[in-house]
T-cell receptor, first 112, second 113 residues
Framework: EDQVTQSPEALRLQEGESSSLNCSYT??????LFWYRQDPGKGPEFLFTLYSAGEEKEKERLKATLTKKESFLHITAPKPEDSATYLC?????????????FGKGTHLIIQP | NAGVTQTPKFQVLKTGQSMTLQCAQDMNHEYMSWYRQDPGMGLRLIHY???????DQGEVPNGYNVSRSTTEDFPLRLLSAAPSQTSVYFC????????????FGDGTRLSIL
């Protein structure tokens, strides 16, 4: 059974305090590891897709990395506007609409 | 850019009532999906469609029906609402390639009394 586990469940940081969010996955024939950001009352907003171990992608203060068993979302010098829930999802091979398994998310709070 | 549009945004139903949650996308995406999101749980797939006229069940399909008569629209029907269906429902679409991300609407918050 495909499984995606995110840690920690919640994280409170001071503005400028860098940290990492973890996503551990066991997904058959992983075709992509997806990161989303979700703000309160909104739908998930796509951030990154990682396809193979060793791949890295960056966007502003965020950098996502992928190993064979984990993905990390590194947040460098975060600002209060980075506060959100970050979701990780694994997509299995052969699937499109049916192939995503989501983690429960990490609720990130950045205090000024 | 409208993207994925869901209506209504909020709804309160009584147990046993039926209703349809609407979802429309203007990106000409082949794949569309319905998820529910509950506190402490990840997004769970209810039903999905890989094109007009084609639908299939996801992880938690019981109590829900779908149809896909056009590429743009993918409504979700609750046949006889139950309190266990109180949740936030998200519709998503993607181009249909297996490595493409899904684009989500802003959700329908549904309470069943």
């Amino acid at each position: 059974e495909d499984q995606v586990t995110q840690s920690p469940e919640a994280l409170r940081l001071q503005e400028g305090e860098s940290s990492s969010l973890n996503c551990s996955y066991t997904v058959s024939g992983l075709r992509g590891l997806f990161w989303y950001r979700q703000d309160p009352g909104k739908g998930p907003e796509f951030l990154f897709t990682l396809y193979s171990a060793g791949e890295e992608k960056e966007k502003e203060r965020l950098k996502a990395t992928l190993t064979k068993k984990e993905s990390f979302l590194h947040i460098t010098a975060p600002k209060p506007e980075d506060s959100a829930t970050y979701l990780c999802a694994g997509g299995r091979s052969g699937g499109g609409a049916d192939g995503l398994t989501f983690g429960k998310g990490t609720h990130l709070i950045i205090q000024p | 850019n409208a993207g994925v549009t869901q209506t209504p945004k909020f709804q309160v139903l009584k147990t046993g009532q039926s209703m349809t949650l609407q979802c429309a996308q203007d990106m000409n995406h082949e794949y569309m999906s319905w998820y529910r999101q509950d506190p402490g749980m990840g997004l769970r797939l209810i039903h999905y469609s890989v094109g007009a006229g084609i639908t299939d069940q996801g992880e938690v399909p019981n109590g829900y029906n779908v149809s896909r008569s056009t590429t743009e629209d993918f409504p979700l029907r609750l046949l006889s609402a139950a309190p266990s269906q109180t949740s936030v429902y998200f519709c998503a679409s993607s181009p249909g390639l297996s490595n493409q991300p899904q684009h989500f609407g802003d959700g329908t918050r549904l309470s069943i009394l």
